[in-house]
T-cell receptor, first 113, second 117 residues
Framework: DSGVTQTPKHLITATGQRVTLRCSPRSGDLSVYWYQQSLDQGLQFLIQYYNGEERAKGNILERFSAQQFPDLHSELNLSSLELGDSALYFC????????????FGSGTQLSVL | AQTVTQSQPEMSVQEAETVTLSCTYDTSESDYYLFWYKQPPSRQMILVIRQEAYKQQNATENRFSVNFQKAAKSFSLKISDSQLGDAAMYFCAYRSPVRAAGNKLTFGGGTRVLVKP
């Protein structure tokens, strides 16, 4: 168990809908990262938050947004969903801003039908 | 931008034998970090081994070792005495040394390892 909790584990929805994925980082970790794993694109970095502030952006679509709350949990919001958004979404956390070890959650499997 | 390439989509190994997974990367940075992650059917991403580019000595973790060839930009993973529990997808990953890059990882496409009993 990595200590990173993601909910829900599975999510099935329809095109055009909006969903929210939730992540609770390891106790004490200030950085949260979101990654997407899809058949087409492989594993891609989406976005990073540190202590409530956005720190780095990767290949995140404009239809996607994220935030980190004062209690350090993070949410990834996906809107106007398309079939191609079906993927495994990982959250990971690390202690700080630097090069500490990264701990991954077990992911949320999103299926857009 | 950095890129990571894993040219072997799938590798098969007999239990107790050795298998080597290939990874090449492209970067203009002189210092960086390389990783191998394992993703079993449970989907959990598990860190297998880590290598700092400034270290000449190849990293080892029990039955897992790497062959890091900086000039060739090659980072292969050797799994010795393969066990059934080693069956998984293995991902090679690159991380910039720039502190601002944090833990933004660039992953390869993965290699599926099958272990035959």
């Amino acid at each position: 168990d990595s200590g990173v909790t993601q909910t829900p584990k599975h999510l099935i929805t329809a095109t055009g809908q909006r969903v929210t994925l939730r992540c609770s980082p390891r106790s004490g970790d200030l950085s949260v990262y979101w990654y997407q794993q899809s058949l087409d694109q492989g594993l891609q970095f989406l976005i990073q938050y540190y202590n409530g502030e956005e720190r780095a952006k990767g290949n995140i679509l404009e239809r996607f947004s994220a935030q980190q709350f004062p209690d350090l949990h993070s949410e990834l919001n996906l809107s106007s969903l398309e079939l191609g958004d079906s993927a495994l979404y990982f959250c990971a956390s690390s202690a700080g801003l630097g090069l500490e070890k990264l701990f991954f959650g077990s992911g949320t499997q999103l299926s857009v039908l | 931008a950095q890129t990571v390439t894993q040219s072997q989509p799938e590798m098969s190994v007999q239990e107790a034998e050795t298998v080597t997974l290939s990874c090449t990367y492209d970067t203009s940075e002189s210092d960086y970090y390389l990783f191998w992650y394992k993703q079993p059917p449970s989907r959990q991403m598990i860190l297998v081994i880590r290598q700092e580019a400034y270290k000449q000595q190849n990293a080892t973790e029990n039955r897992f070792s790497v062959n890091f060839q900086k000039a060739a930009k090659s980072f292969s993973l050797k799994i010795s005495d393969s066990q059934l529990g080693d069956a998984a997808m293995y991902f090679c990953a690159y991380r910039s040394p720039v502190r601002a890059a944090g833990n933004k990882l660039t992953f390869g496409g993965g290699t599926r390892v099958l272990v035959k009993p």
